[in-house]
């Protein structure tokens, strides 16, 4: 097998069977996904999101990727855009947002699929690329999840957009406008995009370069550099598009993160990490969306920097015959760095939603090495070949048993959040998530020592300290509430949530000026938030200001009436605000 070359004219073409094969199994592993709920992020970006019932889009794709509350760096209107016209389909029936999910996983499978036949003009290496893409477990994260979508969309599209390049050097075009377009929407996705063009620069320098004759000279340096920069001069453009893009929506062109990780941990913490996504990619068990990689060199530092000195020394040993394993290395070391504790300013983590598009790489090593196997001497004997693909099909049943079995922790909250807290004690996240149930439920003391637990992790959190509020709020402790909500506000003052939840806990204290002003504030930073301006007019009438009582549910009335998809929430809300005032108005 030999990778296509600008030499190349005619690039093979799929046959249908080739295609159906990984559908099929990427199908089978995700089926149990359409079963699932909203959880976690799902609840913010879907069920609480009030841009998505506005009437235009625009808001929609104009803001961060969070769209409401704590402002972030992530531009993904793509994305956004993509949940706004699905309200329009689904409302909030979780399993129409499931089933795209899946599909755009079957389209990044179908990507896959194809790339590995242009890259490897085999159809075994092919279909072997695309099932163990399809049916990984390590993907359950970015596909069971509907806040893990980033991920998805833009893995199909950028290999979409590789898959059309690789075609066009093989019938000798620079530039291929469909792999343009996928690059640009690939980047309205998820900004690990950005690495495309190095991505090509590594592919034309490994699997993509036309063996060299042994008379032939090589290629002055100088003139490998136009080249290369001809080929690429597109994608940095379209690249430098979007950058401008998020600097004038974020006002800012890359994060502004604020993590202080020296830079001698971080790489500390890289390596740590690496070796923890090699390990998945084997082993993808336990699950655990929010690791956090060990800061210390140990055993997990020497064992990664190992394995990458192995690789290395194997890449470079093994000739023009290591050019197609060094090009599927680059691509996953590249893909991770937007990920990866090297960039400034990002909290370490490691989470498996991180590997859906590196993972695109082992993948295509599978299917590359495996079709090789098959192929060679070795494997000529019927009952060998017979031992091969009964092992081929139990890697495939077995893929898809433990992707059933990983899917079961997104269909419920509670098993997600104690599966987290398992596997990884250091995530303040998973007894923040788990005191914030035990709150829906009622188990106030449970929901307490959660929100303690989170802030021994992290004694900065904000949403942990909100969470102590309620709990004593409702417990009757209302002086104490409003410190700890009062502490939470000045640490993330940004968000409206927690400025409506501390004008709830003022009002319950009995405060009522003090939260008609924290719900003013909330509606300053959010003015679609309906539930803030319902509070407003409970607390102006609380405090015995009718006339402002009755202004604040006239705007209510008309925002309301604005709304192209209102809540029934809402609707029921204002009906009861306009009763209660009514009934105020008729008193002596």
């Not at 279909?127 to 969309?153: M, N, Q, Y």
Request: glycine share 8%.
């Amino acid at each position: 097998m030999k990778p296509i070359t600008p030499a190349t004219t005619s690039p093979p073409r799929p046959r249908l069977s080739v295609l159906l094969v990984p559908l099929a199994l990427g199908g089978l592993a995700y089926l149990g996904s359409l079963g699932a709920g909203f959880v976690w992020d799902d609840k913010h970006l879907i069920v609480g999101n009030t841009l998505l019932r506005q009437a235009s889009p625009l808001p929609a794709i104009a803001s961060d990727f969070w769209q409401e509350g704590e402002r972030t760096d992530f531009y993904r209107p793509l994305v956004s855009l993509s949940y706004f016209l699905e309200f329009r389909l689904w409302r909030l029936a979780p399993a129409g947002y499931h089933a795209a999910n899946l599909a755009y996983h079957l389209l990044a499978t179908l990507a896959v699929t194809w790339a590995a036949r242009l890259l490897f003009a085999s159809p075994g290496a092919a279909v072997l690329s695309g099932a163990v893409f399809a049916a990984h477990p390590i993907h359950t994260e970015s596909v069971a999840f509907i806040a893990g979508r980033p991920d998805v969309l833009a893995g199909a599209l950028l290999v979409g957009a590789f898959a059309f390049f690789v075609r066009a050097r093989a019938r000798q075009r620079r530039v291929s406008a469909a792999s343009l377009a996928l690059f640009g929407a690939a980047l309205l996705s998820k900004e690990t995009a950005l690495t495309f063009p190095a991505i090509l620069i590594a592919y034309e320098l490994t699997a993509g370069a036309a063996p060299a004759l042994p008379s032939a000279p090589a290629e002055p340096v100088g003139r490998q550099i136009r080249r290369l920069a001809a080929l690429v001069w597109p994608y940095l453009a379209t690249a430098g598009a979007y950058l401008a893009l998020r600097l004038l929506v974020l006002g800012a062109m890359l994060g502004r993160g604020v993590d202080r990780t020296g830079l001698g941990a971080r790489w500390v913490i890289t390596l740590n990490a690496l070796g923890e996504y090699l390990r998945l990619l084997l082993f993808p068990y336990p699950a655990a969306p929010d690791r956090l990689p060990d800061p210390a060199v140990g055993t997990p530092t020497v064992a990664a920097l190992t394995a990458l000195v192995l690789i290395l020394s194997a890449l470079a040993g093994g000739g023009g015959s290591a050019r197609m394993p060094a090009f599927l290395f680059a691509w996953f070391l590249l893909t991770l760095i937007p990920a990866s504790p090297l960039v400034p300013g990002r909290a370490p983590q490691v989470a498996e939603r991180f590997l859906y598009i590196p993972s695109v790489a082992w993948a295509w090593l599978c299917g590359w090495a495996g079709a090789r196997l098959w192929n060679s001497a070795w494997c000529r004997p019927p009952v060998r070949r017979g031992i091969v693909g009964a092992l081929a099909a139990g890697l495939a049943a077995g893929a898809i048993g433990l992707t059933a079995l990983r899917e079961r922790d997104w269909q419920d909250e509670y098993r997600l959040f104690s599966r987290m807290a398992a596997s990884e004690p250091r995530s303040y996240l998973a007894p923040l998530n788990l005191g914030t149930l035990y709150v829906g439920a009622g188990r106030l003391r449970e929901a307490e020592a959660q929100f303690r637990r989170a802030l021994e992790l992290r004694p900065t959190s904000a949403p942990a300290l909100l969470g102590l509020a309620v709990v004593d709020s409702r417990l009757g402790e209302h002086e104490r509430a409003i410190r700890y909500a009062v502490r939470a506000r000045d640490l993330a003052p940004d968000g409206d949530l927690i400025h409506v939840q501390l004008g709830a806990i003022y009002g319950i204290a009995g405060r009522y000026p003090e939260a008609a002003a924290s719900f003013r504030e909330a509606i300053q930073r959010n003015p679609r938030r309906l539930q803030a301006r319902g509070n407003l007019v409970a607390a102006l009438a609380d405090a015995g200001r009718p006339a402002e009582a009755r202004s604040a549910l006239a705007e209510l009335e008309r925002r309301l009436t604005a709304e192209a998809y209102p809540d029934p929430a809402d609707i029921q809300m204002v009906a009861a605000l306009e009763e209660r005032l009514a009934t105020t108005r008729r008193s002596p």
